[in-house]
């Protein structure tokens, strides 16, 4: 497996320079223009109000719960959800562009909008974050494709903010998420282990996280971080708050 400290190595080497908005292709010194910068930044709820209870999903008509929940509850065992962006229109082109293109350095652009979500929620008393869980990428997907976005947000969040990095969590299928229908997904609990090696090194350093931050990239139906939750809740985890960029509404 790759070292963080190549990860960081790399994602910084691949900076872009050209003027141009990834968004909207407008003429600009920065990877996101300041119009499209504006635009994202008043479509961020990082209010407590009106969500689900459940899933954190913002609510419409709703009260305390979602339609989604309210039809079937998939998240569980995490005791806090907070999606930054409804997955629709042009968020849904941005990444895209991250995840499909490959423009890494779109990840400088999340990783502060998530640092920003992680400081509220501690403000509000909803944890105190020191460590981070990334959900883990496909079995060989980085020594194939030489990177993954969640593991960069991660490495980049430790890098610039001291938050520990605490990859206990591996995932057991190379099978991608997206190929996979809704009912395929509510019963992919066997997708993801607990790290054996992982749990030993941390074991042997004498440091046991009592609560941690699961970091992902998009909630669709809530499988992947109800999974990964359920096996944090397994080894002693006492409280799980989960941070996601989009979430499917």
């Known amino acids: ?8 190595d790399a994602v910084f080497a691949v900076i872009s320079k050209e003027p141009n908005c990834v968004i909207c292709g407008r003429h600009s010194s920065f990877l996101i223009c300041s119009f499209c910068d504006k635009e994202m ?3 961020l709820s990082l209010s407590f109000e009106n969500r689900c209870m ?37 968020n849904k082109h941005l990444l895209f562009e991250w995840k499909i293109k490959k423009q890494r350095r779109l ?34 997907k980085i020594r194939k494709e030489g990177w993954d976005q969640i593991v960069d947000v991660c490495t980049l969040l430790h890098k610039k903010w001291k938050y520990q990095v605490f990859p206990i969590l591996k995932r057991i299928s190379v099978i991608q998420q997206k190929h ?11 997708m993801f282990a607990i790290d054996a ?11 046991w996280p009592e609560q941690v931050v699961l970091i992902d990239d998009v909630m669709t139906t809530g499988a992947t971080i109800e999974s990964c939750a359920s096996l944090l809740k397994t080894i002693g985890i006492q409280k799980v708050v989960v941070v996601t960029l989009f979430v499917a509404q």
């Not at 497996?1 to 960081?8: F, P």
């Not at 992982?198 to 350093?205: A, D, E, S, V, Y």
């Open 180 to 190: 996979l229908t809704r009912v395929m997904r509510l019963h992919s609990e066997n």
């Open 41 to 43: 930044l008043q479509k």
């Open 54 to 90: 459940y899933c954190g999903r913002q609510l419409v008509s709703e009260k305390d719960v979602c339609m989604f929940c309210r039809r079937q509850r998939v998240v569980q065992h995490a005791d806090y959800v907070f999606p930054l962006f409804p997955y629709e229109l042009w």
């Open 107 to 140: 990840v400088f652009f999340f990783v502060e909008y998530i640092q920003k979500a992680l400081t509220m929620l501690e403000d509000h008393g909803v944890g105190t974050f020191e460590y981070i869980v990334p959900v883990p990428p496909r079995p060989g």
């Open 197 to 207: 090696k992982q749990m030993q090194r941390w074991k042997i350093k004498k440091k």
């Open 1 to 8: 497996m790759i070292k963080q400290e190549k990860i960081v």
